[in-house]
């Protein structure tokens, strides 16, 4: 079984701080992604790589970075948290046959 | 108008009726479909890809149609254990990368 698994499932952080959250994919995927999910909203696309060391914007990249340096692990960075990036995170990692196969999600409570 | 809406519900069903939903998309060019769930404070997970013939796999019956865009889902005899958001997915043109996500449709089946 595809296995994603997301480092932190709930997190608390103030305003300003630097946050990290990470991702790793045991299938050997080329394409991972990070997504946020809130109340109302579809999934919105964060950020994605397609190889390691490439990275592709998405929908919503501003205040988010990201790291690919190997090819099993996918991280998110927030600079400087904001209350407006409390959300749920999800990354996921893609099969070719375009299944998407998600991690367990990380909460995010910026305060 | 959004790429991808639905009708977020909740749709209240009783145990053993049958439920159907759909999903419009905007973009007449839109090639992938797939419908994901979702359980309550867990990830996505693939419930089925839409074909351009339709497809069925056990009570789960989807349907595509083109030339009104959208995608329909229609769960038979249904079971508590449904109970779930129903997330529509369909591909972005502007990205081989990007899929577009609904809001999902809450369904909750009562005894």
């Known amino acids: 079984d595809v296995k994603v698994t997301q480092s932190s499932r709930y997190l608390v952080k103030r305003t300003g701080e630097k946050v990290f959250l990470e991702c790793v994919q045991d299938?050997?995927?080329?394409?991972m992604f990070w997504y946020r999910q809130d109340p109302g909203l579809g999934l919105r696309l964060i950020y994605f790589s397609y190889d390691v060391k490439m990275k592709e914007k998405g929908d919503i990249p501003e205040g988010y970075s990201v790291s690919r340096e190997k090819k099993e692990r996918f991280s998110l960075i927030l600079e400087s948290a904001s209350t407006n990036q409390t959300s749920m995170y999800l990354c996921a990692s893609k099969e070719n046959t375009g299944e998407l196969f998600f991690g367990e999600g990380s909460r995010l409570t910026v305060l | 108008r959004k790429e991808v809406e639905q009708d977020p519900g909740p749709f209240n069903v009783p145990e053993g009726a049958t439920v159907a939903f759909n999903c419009t998309y905007s973009?007449?060019?839109?090639?992938?479909f797939f419908w994901y769930r979702q359980d309550c404070r867990k990830e996505p997970k693939l419930l089925m890809s839409v074909y351009s013939s339709g497809n069925e796999d056990g009570r789960f019956t989807a349907q595509l149609n083109r030339a009104s865009q959208y995608i329909s889902l229609l769960i038979r005899d249904s079971k508590l254990s449904d109970s779930a958001t129903y997330l529509c997915?369909?591909?972005?043109?502007?990205?081989?990368?990007?899929?577009?996500w609904g809001a999902g449709t809450k369904l909750i089946i009562k005894p």
């Open positions: 299938m050997d995927h080329e394409n």
């Open positions: 973009n007449s060019a839109s090639q992938s």
């Open positions: 997915v369909v591909n972005s043109m502007d990205s081989n990368y990007q899929l577009i």
